[in-house]
């Protein structure tokens, strides 16, 4: 009988585990809505950033009333800019409670006022569920939730990144090399070990500014440490093995073992702490963007939502922060959960 890889293993394992696979099915569905937010989403402006201030904080599955009146400038933009960044919108959208339709335009009352007013040339009338609700501005809140994925998986996504090239590197050398070289790295690990993560955020965000690429490395290099000190507690087992001493006696260079050998037998660790600091990237971006020092309006992010909205929490309009929030949590739980089913799956003991 044909023996069965590890990895395909591993795979079996996951499936088996309804929680984790559900949490995997959760995340690739936050990856699709997140990579198609300017098509699906009920505002399709850049940002989702249409504002109404009239509609300010309407309670979810609103219904209102638009007048669509054309605008006179060419809006010219490429098919692909406008799939991934949305775009300028090519009619200004009225908010009307009643109309009355002349032969050529309409009468109406913008929405919450007496006063009518009249337009004469073309114009549609439309109708949108605000499925969410408006937030403080009046935008579609649906719409910034949904573009606001994009922040927290691809602040995830990238601040990952930076620290398994970062980590993987000097975990490596250091459990390879040992001696000095292991006592410098350790040493610089300790260093950064001991600052607070969000101090050492917070630190690394203002000295780069504010913005959205700052968040990226800010987050990415207070993660690296995790995954040094596991890689190098990994390779110290590794380093002893047969294979990797049949690989020193055949004259094999030290980085042909470490990234030939070694390194691929480190992957399961990896895999998991990638998962757990996926999620914290997660957190630590919607906690300075409640803080103001993440992404910048008009870019829409869970914590700056939530930080927008925080004092509705004791009234009526407690969706504006309970929402997001509610966003925030489960996308954490959902890569803990798949974090601690991957746990499982490369689990040899099983």
């Not at 605000?130 to 927290?152: E, N, P, Q, V």
């Not at 459990?175 to 690990?189: A, L, S, T």
């Not at 504006?320 to 798949?338: K, Y």
Request: proline share 4%.
């Amino acid at each position: 009988m044909k023996s069965e890889s590890l990895n395909r293993l591993a795979w079996k394992k996951l499936k088996n585990n309804r929680l984790a696979f559900f949490a995997l099915g959760y995340i690739l569905l936050m990856f699709l809505l997140a990579f198609f937010a300017p098509i699906i989403s009920p505002d399709r402006s850049a940002n989702a950033n249409e504002m109404h201030i009239e509609l300010a904080t309407k309670m979810p599955f609103s219904k209102v009333l638009f007048i669509e009146i054309p605008k006179k400038e060419n809006i010219d933009i490429s098919f692909f800019h406008s799939i991934f960044f949305g775009s300028p919108q090519k009619v200004k959208r009225v908010p009307v409670d009643s109309f009355n339709v002349l032969e050529h335009g309409v009468e109406y009352f913008p929405y919450n006022s007496e006063m009518e007013q009249k337009y004469i040339g073309e114009y549609t009338i439309s109708k949108q569920t605000f499925w969410f609700g408006t937030d403080k501005y009046g935008r579609d809140l649906l719409s910034r939730m949904l573009y606001g994925i994009r922040i927290s998986l691809s602040v995830g996504f990238i601040a990952v990144f930076i620290s398994l090239i970062i980590g993987i590197s000097l975990g490596l050398f250091a459990g390879y090399y040992r001696g000095i070289v292991d006592d410098v790295i350790m040493w610089f690990v300790n260093v950064i070990w001991s600052i607070p993560t969000l101090l050492m955020v917070i630190a690394i965000t203002l000295a780069l500014g504010k913005g959205f690429w700052q968040i990226f490395v800010a987050v990415g290099l207070t993660m690296w440490v995790e995954v040094t000190r596991i890689v190098r507690g990994q390779v110290f087992v590794i380093r002893e093995l047969e294979f990797i001493e049949a690989g020193k006696a055949l004259a094999y260079k030290p980085f042909r073992i470490i990234f030939k050998h070694i390194l691929p037998n480190v992957i399961g660790p990896l895999i998991v702490i990638s998962a757990a600091n996926f999620a914290a990237a997660i957190l630590i971006e919607a906690g300075l963007s409640f803080l103001g020092i993440g992404a910048q309006p008009p870019t829409p992010s869970w914590g700056g939502i939530i930080k927008d909205h925080y004092a509705y929490i004791i009234m009526e309009k407690s969706h504006l922060a309970i929402i997001p929030g509610l966003a925030i949590m489960s996308l954490v739980l959902a890569f803990m959960l798949l974090g601690n089913g991957l746990r499982d799956a490369f689990d040899v003991k099983d």
